[in-house]
């Protein structure tokens, strides 16, 4: 049962947040699109925006800042705005030399590096101002409270937690 404030639906996506993010990333790289339906289907055979070295490094790329080193970060918007300017020189400096190399058309380039960017500075943008962290902490602040709450109301507070420990049922002579 999820505790008050917390959308069982959010954290579902928040723990499976590397395959939300490039999973959708790998089929339009590879020339499908999604369905109404939610099923990727190929476009044609020689429709593809980059190929397998071109997706490699570009999810490898986005997957190194989808990792608890930044999810835990406390960046501020001067911290973000300077990991972002890197960001944004290392992708496009990338996508432009290699180009012919990850079998993209000059024309995507740009597409390729605001697709990129964008999923990196959103992972930035949820650690900004502890943002992932205070909502963890908030997560497990309820879980003490509720555990806390549950023990106080079978086994009598703090002392029916001791009493807990030591095995004994509150009905037996002696107990209390």
């Not at 699109?33 to 490094?57: C, Y």
């Amino acid at each position: 049962m999820p505790y008050p404030g917390q959308d069982p639906q959010f954290l579902k996506w928040l723990f499976s947040f590397k395959t939300e993010v490039t999973i959708p990333l790998r089929f339009l790289w590879r020339g499908f699109e999604q369905a109404e339906d939610g099923v990727w289907r190929k476009k044609s055979e020689d429709f593809r925006i980059m190929n397998e070295a071109g997706i490699t490094w570009a999810i490898s790329f986005i997957e190194s800042f989808i990792n608890p080193v930044y999810i835990v970060s406390n960046y501020s918007d001067k911290d973000i705005n300077w990991t972002m300017k890197h960001v944004g020189r290392s992708v496009y400096n990338n996508l432009s030399c290699r180009y012919q190399e990850f079998g993209l058309h000059k024309l995507d380039i740009n597409r390729v590096g605001i697709e990129i960017v964008s999923k990196v500075h959103a992972i930035l943008l949820g650690a900004k101002e502890n943002g992932y962290r205070k909502f963890f902490s908030t997560t497990h602040q309820h879980q003490e409270v509720k555990s806390f709450n549950e023990n106080q109301q079978s086994g009598g507070g703090l002392f029916g937690m001791f009493r807990g420990l030591r095995g004994g049922n509150r009905n037996e002579p002696g107990y209390g």
